[in-house]
């Protein structure tokens, strides 16, 4: 029996609100890896934003790719894990950082947060990551229930 999730499985279960967890190569040293929130429309791209000067920014420029695992944190677990190409481009604000800060914080402390982070991206500019899914890794310990 496969655990593996189906393509509309694995697309649904991306799109849905999760932290992700994000690895980019950093040569010399382990992966650079951090908590993201981000945005994925099935058959899109996964969207994140990070400051243009960021070193997540800096090692995204270097690597050209990254990896990108979600979860269910709660049993019977269950995780999608793409990797792919990335393109670093201008940030739509609306969609791209209030949009996602409503997603995930709903809408008072999303616009809180928004308001809070202002002299930040003021100070440096935020730039929109891209991740176009190539490679997928799922599972889904449901399927062992029946």
């Known amino acids: ?16 609100t999760r932290v992700a967890v994000v690895s980019i190569v950093d040569p010399g040293n382990g992966p650079l890896t951090v908590p993201v929130w981000y945005a994925y429309e099935p058959g899109g791209v ?24 979600v979860q269910d944190e709660t049993p019977p677990y269950r995780y999608v894990s793409i990797e792919g190409p990335v393109r670093l481009v201008e940030v739509d604000f609306g969609r791209d950082v209030e949009a996602v800060a ?25 730039v929109l990551v891209e991740l176009t899914p190539e490679r997928w890794r799922t599972v889904d310990y449901r399927k062992m229930m029946g």
């Not at 995930?104 to 500019?125: F, I, K, N, S």
Request: aromatic fraction near 4%; charged fraction near 30%; charge should be positive.
């Open 1 to 16: 029996m496969s655990l593996a999730m189906t393509r509309a499985e694995r697309e649904a279960f991306l799109a849905a």
């Open 46 to 69: 996964v969207r994140l934003v990070t400051g243009t000067r960021s070193r997540k920014a800096a090692l995204l420029r270097a690597a050209g790719r990254m990896g990108l695992c």
């Open 102 to 126: 409503l997603r995930y914080l709903g809408p008072e402390m999303g616009r809180r947060y928004v308001q809070m982070t202002e002299a930040e991206r003021a100070a440096e500019p935020n």
